[in-house]
C-alpha cells in the first residue's frame, strides 16, 4: 500500500543524509512532510486515527515553542521570522510521522518486528556508506571550510558528514535490537546487525556516542544479565589499553585545543542566552539569530552549522522556548521513561534505556533536533505504549 512505500521513501532519504540535499532543501523533510500528511488523511478517512498518550506532552511542547517563535518575532527580520518557523514545522512533521508509525502499527498494517528491520537496514547502508566514506574522504579537513563541516579525520561519518550524529542514530537502532533479543528474539540477522553495528559506532570514535552506548550496556546489564556489564566493561578496558586513538579521544577532554572546550563555550553562551530570556525564551531555532545579536557569532561563523543550536538539546530548548518549554520537553521524555518503569509491557526496556541514554548523549550534541534521530526517537517512543 502507498503509505508503507511512503514510509520506505522517508527511511530511504534520511539514509541519504547530506546527498539527499537539494539546493536549501532536504528531500527526507518533504518525503516527510507527504507521509505524515498523507497519513493523517488516511486514518481521518478511515475515522481510526489513534493518539498516544506518550505523544500529548511533544504536542503541547510543539504549542509553546510556536508561542515563543510569535512573541519573540519583531526581534528578527522577516526572513529570519520565517526561517525559524520552517524549522518549527519540520520539528511537527517529525512528531506527526511518529504518529503515523504509530497508528499503522495499531492498524496492523506493519508489524513491530518489521519495523525493527526496516531501521536496521537503513542502519546497515549507513555503516556500509560509511566504508565507502572513509576510503574516498576520511580527511573532512580537505572541504572547503565555508561548507561548516568539521574537520574530522579517520572517522567513520557516513552520509551525515558527521560522526556525532551518525554514533547516535546507529546506538538508537542497536537498543531496538537489543531489545529484541533480550525478548527471546535472538534471530541470526539481530545478533549480526548488533555486531556489525556496535563496532561501526566504535569506529565513528565519538565520546558522545560511547557514552550513549554505555548507558544502553549498563541499563540492559542491570535489568537482564549482570554478565553484560562484565563484557561492556572488559570491551572498554581492551579497547583503551589496545586501540591508541582510543586512548587520543578520551585524554583529549582535557586538551584546550580539543573539541570539548568549544562544548564548554557553547554551554556558556546557551546559559547566558538563557537567564536573560528564561520566560519565553529567545523563539523556537532563532538561536543563530540570538547568538549574533550577543556577539556570540561573528562574520566568519554566523553561517556554520553549529550557530543554529547550542551543544546540548536541552539548553537549545530553555533557551529558545523559556523555562516552561524546557519543562514541558522534560516531562514529555520522562512521562514514557517513568510509565515503563513500572510497566509490564514487551520492549519496555528499550525506553527503559534509550530515554536515558539519548539526555545523556544530548547533553554534548544537539542530537533530539536532528532529523534522522527524530523520526526513530518518535515511531519508538509512540509505539511503545502498545503491548504488541
Known sequence: MLLKYLLFIVLGTLSLGQFARVGSYYVFDLAAVAFAFYGLVHFLIK????????SVLFFIFSLLAGASLLINFYRYGENEGLTAAFYLVRYITYILSGLVVYNMLVAKYITRSQLERYFTVAALFLCAAGLVQLTVLPDFSVLDPALGWDPHKNRIASTFFDPNFLGAYLVTVL???LGSIFEG??????????AILLVFIFLTFSRSAWAMLAAVIFIFGLFKNRKLLFIGLLLAFLAYFL????????SGITDPADSARFRLV??????????????TGVGFNAYRYAQKDYGFLTVDNISSRSGAGADSSLLF???TTGIFGALTYA?????????STISKRKYRLVIISLIPALMLESLFINSLFYPQVMFVMYAVIFSSSLDI
Do not use: E
Not at 47 to 54: A, E, S, T
Not at 185 to 193: G, L, P, Y
Not at 243 to 250: A, D, K, L
Not at 269 to 279: K, M, R
Open 331 to 339: 516531562s514529555a521524555l520522562a512521562f514514557p521513561f517513568l510509565d
Open 185 to 194: 528474539k535472538k534471530s541470526r540477522f539481530r545478533v549480526i546487525s548488533a
Open 317 to 319: 530548548v530553555l533557551a
Open 47 to 54: 475515522r481510526n486515527l489513534k493518539v498516544p498518550r506518550y
Open 175 to 177: 537498543t531496538l535490537i
Open 266 to 279: 557553547s554551554w556558556k553562551n546557551a546559559l547566558q542566552i538563557s537567564q536573560d530570556n528564561l520566560l
Open 243 to 250: 586501540v591508541p586513538r582510543v586512548q587520543t579521544r578520551i
